[in-house]
């Protein structure tokens, strides 16, 4: 389909960066010439508008039950990109309805012209609506870090999303590494148990895409205590660095995937 490509980023476990990730993520994408909106699709629980240091007046749930339109919930952020946010505490986005459904599809249909890239940053955790906010994004990316428990919930929602979506190709980003070498130890690692533990019923096998890794930098928690993106705050840190690294390996992923589609059979 023409238009945004739409990247879903997401994890097993909370606490793990995700949200830091999309908003410098797009910040990084934005720098290098991209048009590029992110969709806060954490809908009960949404902490974007924290990140981003962001009040907006019209939110998605606005959109969602009629109040304003589509275009009005479309706010500029630091960085040089937009977001749509969420009105957090919303119990009612907290399960997947058949309203909730219809708009979120809705939602990126009609965005989709407008931009190169959406990024949906999801909830964490494989609820039904986290799956079905993944399953309209081209592609995951699923954001872990080094403990045993954030790796065991990066694997099962690798896992789910393979029998599940029949995604047999995922994203991943390591936060918060300590050593050089440790998030692709860590990739290593998860792919290594995927292969041997999970069976597709068509024999295929499911493949790591490893962005890279962000630093365990003093500068993320700085720039997220002061409410400003950590691109823009520090942009000479070694965890912004490696954002622009993840940006620069996500755009010619992109474009090595466009290319091969349009290519002569």
């Known amino acids: 389909m023409s238009g945004a490509h ?143 428990p954030a790796l065991a919930d990066a694997y099962a929602t690798i896992k789910v999303l393979a029998m599940q979506q029949g995604r047999t190709s995922t994203m991943l980003v390591v936060n918060q590494t300590q050593r050089p070498g440790e998030g692709r130890h860590v990739a290593t690692q998860l792919q290594a148990v995927l292969q041997r533990f999970v069976q597709l019923a068509d024999g295929a096998s499911i493949t790591l895409q490893p962005l890279g890794n962000i630093t365990l930098d003093t500068a993320v928690r700085q720039s997220v205590q002061k409410r400003q993106l950590l691109m823009l705050a520090y942009p000479g840190s070694d965890a912004a660095q490696d954002i622009r690294e993840i940006a620069r390996r996500l755009a010619e992923a992109t474009a090595t995937a466009a290319a091969g589609l349009q290519s002569p059979p």
Do not use: C, W
Not at 44 to 68: E, Q, S
Not at 114 to 122: E, F, K, N, P
């Open 6 to 148: 739409i990247l879903a980023i997401t994890s097993g476990k909370g606490g793990v960066g995700k949200t830091m990730l999309s908003a410098n993520l797009a910040a990084a994408l934005a720098r290098r010439g991209e048009k590029v909106l992110v969709i806060d699709a954490d809908l009960g629980l949404a902490n974007l508008d924290v990140v981003l240091n962001l009040h907006p007046r019209i939110t998605l749930h606005d959109v969602f039950t009629g109040k304003a339109p589509l275009d009005q919930a479309v706010i500029d952020a630091p960085g040089g990109f937009q977001v749509m946010l969420a009105g957090s505490g919303l119990i009612e986005y907290s399960r997947l309805t058949p309203q909730v459904r219809e708009q979120l599809a809705l939602l990126l249909d009609t965005v989709r012209p407008r931009y190169d890239r959406v990024l949906i940053d999801t909830g964490a955790g494989i609820s039904d609506i986290v799956l079905y906010a993944v399953s309209l994004a081209d592609e995951v990316l699923v954001v872990a870090t080094p403990e045993p």
